[in-house]
């Protein structure tokens, strides 16, 4: 990060917005990441294992058994595994050379892990990640994920006079709270945008626009190239174009949109702010979209932007480091912010949605919890923060961690636009806390970005989802 924010404790009482606002000051916010649970379900009181117990000391303040192995496991997408296997575990390593540290990584998560806890073997530690990660809410209420508060509350690595709270970006604990209790850790600094190749505007003389009308306008320019000016991955990244179209409408009514279709206040989904901008982008699908996206992954998607056929992708910004193999040498990745819709938004056009991706999770019925949280508490070291950020170029939410490192033009680009923001930086939740929200709004995304219905049709269909989660008692709700 550019600027190092101070760092004042900050009580998980404080409202979501509250906390977001303070952390947009500060440079950085935080939010959840969607997933998928089909696991044994429990009563969603059980308390975690505390049996396998070592010796407290001040180099082991949390209790870790000293001769007891941690299963870790990584989500290998965007940012790899190798941040995990170079610097995390060496970490945890030295600090507890007689435990051994068994690492495995994939790009299915949840394929992975739920049998493991449906047959009593849960992992340790889990990057829980990707288009096939496990549902956070679901975890939560089925008892499954171990309270972070003793973590949080523990002595840091690098000053034991300071909390592991206090080391941390302001709104980090409570972003991964669920009704005012923390259970995952977001570790990365991640800003969304629309990304492009800083070497294909500068040879054409295009800049980033700023309104609607320079971006269709931009879009003509590129077509005329034979270039196409937009898309994203319908195969398994819808969720890209959601993000976008939800930027777009808190631009135009403000954050709170946002916060009321978290929040599944009824019609929600349906406010003037979500059908306009569910109306623009569509428009940019019918006449802007590269053919065939439908059917792309993301990484397809991707490598197209790299090859020149593409100008414009929405995405976050471990977008530079996962494409770093494909990328041209003076490709320069850029983020804009996405442009003002009407000349009334509520919100300028540097607003911007900034989250802390990457949800880390220890699991409370694995064997060794304590030793789950131990490995966490020494990523949440400004040597974890650094040597991660060495690795991935991207920024983490440890204070202090990014001193006297230099970003790549992506990430440079993308924490440049953080500032500008100021305070006009807001999140979403609902995909974190309801996966059958979050996949109906993917589904809706693809039939309206691909001409197959209109914006009416959208907003009503992933309203019915939204009423529907809400009438059933089975399934906990969440506020902010």
């Not at 790299?306 to 850029?334: I, R, V």
Request: with cysteine.
């Amino acid at each position: 990060m550019s600027v190092t924010p101070e760092s004042p404790s900050q009580p998980i009482a404080l409202s979501r917005r509250t906390v977001l606002q303070r952390a947009a000051v500060a440079g950085l916010v935080a939010t959840p990441a969607a997933g998928l649970l089909a696991a044994c379900a429990t009563d969603g009181e059980d308390e975690p294992s505390t049996s396998n117990t070592g010796a407290v000391s001040a180099n082991n303040p949390l209790g870790a058994p000293e001769d007891q192995p941690i299963n870790v496991v990584i989500f290998n997408g965007g940012y790899g595994d190798k941040y995990a296997t170079d610097v995390h575990e060496p970490l945890y390593k030295k600090a507890h050379p007689k435990s051994e540290v068994k690492h495995q990584s994939s790009q299915a998560i949840s394929t992975l892990v739920q049998p493991l806890i449906a047959g009593g073997n849960a992992p340790e530690f889990v990057n829980n990640s990707g288009e096939k990660s496990m549902d956070f809410g679901a975890l939560v209420a089925d008892g499954q994920l171990q309270d972070l508060t003793a973590l949080f509350d523990a002595p840091s690595v690098d000053d034991p006079s300071k909390k592991v709270r206090d080391t941390l970006v302001p709104g980090t604990v409570d972003t991964g709270s669920f009704n005012g209790k923390p259970f995952v850790l977001y570790y990365v600094s991640t800003v969304f945008g629309i990304w492009y190749s800083g070497k294909l505007f500068t040879d054409n003389g295009w800049a980033a626009p700023k309104t609607w009308a320079e971006f269709t306008a931009l879009c003509d320019k590129i077509k005329a190239k034979g270039i196409a000016p937009y898309a994203y991955a319908g195969a398994n990244a819808a969720y890209y174009q959601w993000n976008i179209i939800l930027t777009s409408a808190a631009k135009i009514g403000g954050a709170d949109v946002l916060k009321n279709i978290d929040n599944l206040e009824d019609g929600a989904w349906k406010a003037d702010a979500v059908k306009q901008a569910a109306e623009a982008w569509a428009e940019i699908g019918a006449k802007y979209n590269l053919q065939g996206a439908e059917g792309l992954k993301h990484t397809d998607v991707q490598l197209k932007q790299n090859q020149y056929q593409l100008a414009m992708y929405p995405s976050g910004d471990w977008l530079e480091n996962e494409q770093k193999k494909d990328t041209p040498a003076d490709f320069k990745y850029q983020m804009m912010t996405t442009p003002s819709i009407t000349g009334s938004d509520k919100l300028k056009s540097t607003a911007l949605r900034a989250t802390a991706g990457e949800g880390y999770v220890v699991l409370a019925k694995s064997k060794n919890p304590k030793g789950g949280l131990e490995y966490m508490r020494q990523m949440l070291s400004k040597a974890g923060g650094k040597g991660f950020t060495e690795v991935v170029k991207a920024p983490t939410v440890v204070l202090g961690s990014t001193e006297g490192l230099t970003f790549t033009p992506g990430t440079q680009s993308s924490q440049d636009a953080l500032k500008a923001a100021g305070q006009e930086v807001f999140n979403l939740f609902f995909d974190g806390w309801y996966k059958d929200l979050d996949k109906e709004a993917r589904t809706a995304t693809n039939e309206l970005m691909f001409g197959r219905i209109k914006a009416d049709q959208f907003v009503e269909r992933i309203q019915k989802k939204a009423d529907e989660i809400k009438k059933d008692s089975s399934i906990t709700k969440f506020k902010r």
